[in-house]
Structures are given as C-alpha cells and as structure tokens.
C-alpha cells in the first residue's frame, strides 16, 4: 500500500524533527535528561508499523476526501509517543525484558546505571510519564481552528483515561475481559485514531456512527490477534517474547476458550504454567498444545476472522468516501494478521 508507506514516511520525519528539536531542548534544561528522551526515542523509533496514525489518515479521508492532511501530522506522531509511554509502563508491569526486537525501556536504563533494578523502573516510569508529556506537546502545538481543536484534544483526552483505566482492570484481571478490551486496547488502537481523524474532518454524526460501527468490531480483533501473537506468535516478527501471556497469568481470549472447552485434567498443562514466570520451554509447548487440543485456538481465530468481516461490511458508502473505505479495509486486513 503505497499511501500507507508515505503515511509512516511522513510521521517518522515528524518524529524525528522533533525528537532532534526536543533533545536540544532537554539538554539545555537537564543534560542528565537526555538519557530519557534517547530511550523514548529508541522505543518509537525501533519499529512500530504506525497503523494508528494510518486510521486516523484513512478516517480522514473517509470523511473529509482531498482535503490537505498537513494538518493531522503532529497528531499522528502524538499517537506513536502515547504508545510508546504506554509500552514503557506495560513493559515494567508485565516483566518484559523486549520489545520491538530490542531491550525494553526499564531493562535497558537498568543496564545503563549497573544493573540496578529499582533505579532502572524508577527511571523507565519517568521516561514514560516524558513520552506522555510529549505526546500532549505535538498534540496541542500550531492547533487546528476552534472547534475542531477543541474536539481533537477532548478525543486525545478521553483516549489517554479509558486506556490507563483499561490498564487497571487488566492488572486485576477482572472478569469483565470485554470492558477491559475496549478500554485498553479498543481505544487508543482503533476507536480513538478514527475520531480523531473524524474531528480533523469535521465529520457529521452519521459519519461518526460509521466510524465507530466500524472500530467496535475491528478493537476486539486486534486484542484476539494479540493474544495469538501473544502465545503463538514467531518472536522474531513481534519483536518480543511469546512466554509472557502465560507466564503472567493472563486470562486472554485463548486461555477463556480452553477453560469453557477442557475438563480439569486436559487443562492441567495449561493451568500448571498461568501465572508461572519461571515455566519451562517445554511446559509452555505443553501448554499451547492444550489450546490447540481443545479447540481453543481455532474458535479464536474463527472469532477474529468473523469481527473482520463485521468490520468490514460496516464501511457504509452512503456516508464515507470510497478513498477512505478503501484505506480502511485495507488496515482491518492488517491489523487481523496473525503472523505480525
């Protein structure tokens, strides 16, 4: 997809003219800080396929088609530094020692002041809470006329609560698996990139409802594609380890599945590694085999497949443009593969 390419051309030059530009900035201020800003950056700028400033492009042009996307570009790039404070802080909470084929945040500032844990969290929750902070910078920065400024801060705002209230109940584990979903992952990854792309566009109310018609749907599919990356995934394509769902106890899409399928002595493998952080290969392997075994797997994909295709017939083109259907489907695609 050639537009989606010049998409993450365009955000990566944003980033990175920024990045420079904050880094200048920083040193001024603090240099010791600067370790903070350059661990940010490494993070941002390691990988990431930048789908969500690609939805919030596509919503755009969904909506307002031909219009210039000068615009929505520090926006975009505010979308990438949300994400990356969020990994920041995930990282830590979930124990995760890689991310994007690289050390994680808190394990590489923890390498860089010799091997101290405690200073390396305390600094990667700092790093975090920076990227945040930047985020909110791009964002607010040369606004849009009001009230399309107002609307694109009231979206980022909202995005940025149901997230971390998302995350909460994800520590917890809280039965309410959908909820957490739609908090976590539904709302920074699909919803909120479309109506921030909506507000950009001044969209009308119908086009809103069909934007969101759409990411409902497509918000639960990317969570049950991470939860099969999240255990099945090749490592070497996710840039980050597969034992970690497992091992962290996390009740996932999967893990529901084989509990609502299995009698206790065939979820017994499963069970002996959920929650253990010192599992074994091969009681992992053991474990996926169960899954697999009960059927688990195969409802979750049939599940994922059935949310794309719900996703997909909402593109309503009696009140979206064909350029942005076009985008859009073309991202339900991508962000339902299994292999990355």
Request: glycine share 8%.
């Amino acid at each position: 997809m050639r537009w989606l390419s010049e998409v993450r051309a365009a955000v990566d030059e944003r980033l990175e003219s920024y990045f420079e530009d904050k880094r200048q900035r920083t040193r001024a201020l603090a240099p010791e800080a600067v370790e903070l800003l350059d661990a940010i950056r490494a993070l941002t700028m390691r990988g990431g396929k930048r789908l969500r400033p690609a939805l919030l492009h596509a919503a755009f042009e969904a909506v307002a088609p031909g219009r210039d996307h000068a615009r929505t570009l520090d926006a975009c790039a505010a979308l990438e530094l949300l994400q990356s404070y969020l990994l920041i802080h995930d990282d830590w909470m979930d124990h995760d020692e890689e991310r994007r084929g690289g050390p994680s945040v808190h394990a590489a500032l923890r390498d860089a002041h010799g091997g101290d844990a405690h200073l390396g969290a305390s600094l990667a929750i700092l790093a975090g809470n920076l990227a945040s902070a930047c985020a909110w910078e791009l964002v607010t920065r040369d606004p849009p006329p009001e009230p399309i400024h107002a609307r694109v801060v009231a979206e980022f705002l909202r995005m940025h609560q149901e997230v971390v209230l998302g995350q909460q109940l994800d520590l917890l584990k809280t039965e309410d698996v959908a909820r957490m979903q739609q908090l976590k992952t539904g709302s920074y990854t699909v919803r909120g990139p479309l109506l921030l792309g909506a507000a950009f566009g001044e969209a009308s109310e119908a086009q809103r409802e069909a934007l969101l018609a759409y990411g409902a749907p497509l918000g639960e599919a990317f969570q049950l594609r991470d939860d099969l990356l999240g255990t099945f995934g090749d490592p070497g394509a996710t840039g980050k380890p597969v034992r970690g769902d497992l091992c962290e106890g996390k009740r996932t899409a999967l893990v529901r599945e084989a509990e609502r399928r299995g009698d206790p002595r065939a979820l017994a493998p499963l069970f002996a590694v959920l929650g253990d952080r010192g599992a074994s290969e091969a009681a992992l392997a053991q474990a996926r085999e169960v899954l697999v075994a009960t059927g688990a797997k195969a409802a979750v994909e049939a599940q994922l497949d059935a949310l794309l295709a719900e996703a997909h017939a909402a593109l309503d083109p009696a009140r979206l443009a064909p350029e942005g259907i076009t985008m859009l489907g073309a991202l339900a695609d991508a962000l339902g593969r299994r292999d990355r």
